[in-house]
């Protein structure tokens, strides 16, 4: 009986300081987690739990860990809003993974996103089509911000006065230089049509190909490996990283 009142007492004090801090640091320390505060905020939880469970050790030890956990995140937050190197050191900065419809992809692979994770994020956004995309920013949270091309921002049908035409998702049918030969089967196409697309592209080797799609007009979306670009955008400010 002795041990479950002290383990009650310990979860209690456990929940108290752990909401206590919380308020302290701030919502964004719920809301918007930067690296650091999510790397605290496990601690916080590991610590908590063996503050609540641990009888073997003193009270005042674990407590003494929550708050100074706490007092590192606040200082780091602070340090943030301070210093704009530590700014960056701590929180990142924005890179661009999109721009005039084609995939960074050394930015992209910088970050560990593969192109089933960039996907995702742009249908988040109700952008099915990549090529739709003028600018696309990965934000140092893992959210993407995006920028259509002007003819494709979006209208309501008030506006435009008149119904939208229906669209469907684009198939993949290349990744990362492999065909999806199930999915051109599905579009009632060959291997053979795709190498003859490629060509008139200038694409001789599939090994070149990042990402294609094509959608419900047989029109076909190619992203290469080597983008050549006219005009590189970098918004971060590190110059170190090119984009082919």
Known sequence: MRLIIEIILQTLLAFCVILFLTRILGRQ????????????????GSIAATLATDLNQRTWHHLMGLIIFG?????????????RLVSK???????????DGKILEK???RFHYTIQDLNILLRKKDVFNISDVKYGVLEPNGDLS???????????KGDLNILNNSQDMPVEIVVTG??????LKQKQLTAEWLFKQLNKMGVTDIRDVFYAT???????????????????????????VKNK
């Open 29 to 44: 320390q719920v809301s918007q987690l930067t690296m650091h505060e999510y790397v605290n905020g496990i601690t916080f």
């Open 71 to 83: 007092i590192l995140t606040f200082l780091a937050s602070y340090a943030t809003l301070k210093v």
């Open 89 to 99: 050191v701590i929180q990142g900065e924005p890179v661009l993974v999109i721009q």
């Open 107 to 109: 930015n992209l692979t």
């Open 146 to 156: 995006i920028l259509k091309v002007s003819e494709k921002e979006n209208a309501t």
């Open 178 to 183: 492999s065909i999806i030969y199930e999915n």
């Open 214 to 240: 094509i959608d419900k007009s047989n029109n076909l979306y190619v992203d290469r490996k080597q983008d050549m670009l006219k005009n590189k955008r970098n918004i971060s400010e590190s110059d170190n």
